[in-house]
């Protein structure tokens, strides 16, 4: 029988157990950093945060009871976040000792790692400023100055942006419910950030500045080896559709979360709604217009773009408007074309790696699209997901000079149709391209956006729980990562499924969801994460979303979900 003694007093020590095994033991009230940081050796990656009993938890918070701990590193995509946060915090603190006059703007991510940054109120940094900016940073990070957090009353850090001319901050801010606001301080210089820092500028070793189209580029580790930066990879295609659509919020005043919730609260939403619809239905008809006027040169569109990034809807208004040119393209679907199970690829943990490019019949489908594109008849395969075997289809034949449209992950790489000539084929890319930030610090992820559209859309059509589809998201990430980012300047022309006013929408359908994830879970940090960026947004009812938009795939109601062009009889 256990002894009680009712005058016993807590021990001045206290004990952390490690995922591995390790027991640690120091100091009632030493951080966890004081624990972990000389243990650093023992990690995959340089150390950034920590989960303690299934909560994420900065490494400045003090530890005062036993618990379980799971470092987060650099190599965990919440280290990765928190990592990229501290450095744009870093970023601001340098340029606004320099350029004191100016205003920095974070606007969007790039290829290879970085963020890609605009100055206002002055010409562009020159070279020699540009370097002097970031010399900077980095004597900030040999200093190794403390990031200190604390909580003040909303209206004191109202008052503190208004003083220093932050008019998007305080905009931002008027819609707040919450009557405090986290800031964060480097050398007396603060502001916000929608989520967790380092505890000092002596952990941001690794970033560079580089001069890019009028602004520059903040450059950060990405990929495998996360203590060094990669050759940049120049995307053209892709930072001209982020400059487009960057334009159009400014010219019809939405320059961020702030100006958009103003539009909700006053009532005027239907405006920018119809506007933002009418601007996707202008780039599908021009889209149209350009396989159109090279009809005779093209025998195949291909699409391709990462999850719910709204590839079917567009798929499908793409087809509207190629019957408007006499155009009636046949989908044929590469799904179908899935090899045996036994046959799937597997991942580096031993599971089928349904992404992987192999996982598809690809010279039986060359072999079919020939075929077909040379007026014979064909025995399509169908493929039984339940089985996870290739079976016959229906046999096809397509009209004299009939168009084939592929949608799939695998659309623009070179691989996926080998020996089809190149010219032959008109390539789309597809993605939510989200411009409109929080601020002019806080920018919105283009992978949140569609990790919160598939959160909505797999609970409607899929019955997955939040959970679930939170749980899969890292095997979907590493999927686009290797077969579909890579290849994306290899479209002829990329469309942008982003609007402006889908997260006010998608708020009061996913919050639910999220909120009803078990505490202590993994996915229950990353639903935390997701809450907190959607606590910005006034909400909107779905009833405003067009039943021909985007967004219906995700929310339900499309005019187009049962909408198919006629099929060639066998």
Known sequence: MAEILLDAKPTSQVQLFLPDGRVLRGPRGATLEDFLRPFQHLFPAPLMAAVVNGALQELTVPVELEAQVRPVTLADPDGRRIYRRSLVF???????RLFPQASLWVEHSVASGGYFCEVQGRAPLTADELAQLEAHMRDLVRQNVSIRREEVPLQEAVAYFRARGMHDKVQLLRYRTKPYLTL???????????????????YLRWFALEPADGGFILRFPEGKDLTRLVSRNVAPQLMETFRQYGQWLKRLGLAHVGTLNQVIEEGRIQEVVLVAEA????????????????????????????SAAGKTTFSKRLMVQLLTHGISPFSLEVDNYFVDREKTPRDEEGNFDFEHIDAVQRHRLVHDLERLLRGERVRLPRYDFVTGRSMEGPEVQLRPGQMVIIEGIHGLNPDLLPGFPRGRAFRIYVSAFTQLNLDRHNRVSTTDTRLLRRIVRDARERGYTAQETIRRWQSVRRGEERWIFPYQEEADTMFNSALVYELSVLKPLVEPLLLQIPPGTPERIESKRLLALLEWFRPLSHEVVPDDSILREFVGGSILKGFSLWQPPA
Request: proline share 4%; no cysteine; aromatic share 12%.
């Open 90 to 96: 870093l970023l601001e603190v340098a340029f606004d």
């Open 184 to 202: 964060y301080t480097i050398n007396g210089y603060r502001d916000y950030h929608y989520g967790y820092m380092v505890p000092s500028t002596g």
């Open 279 to 306: 601007l996707h239905e202008q780039q599908i008809a021009a889209i149209a217009r350009s396989i159109a006027e090279h009809r005779k040169d093209i025998d195949v569109i291909l699409i391709a773009g990462p």
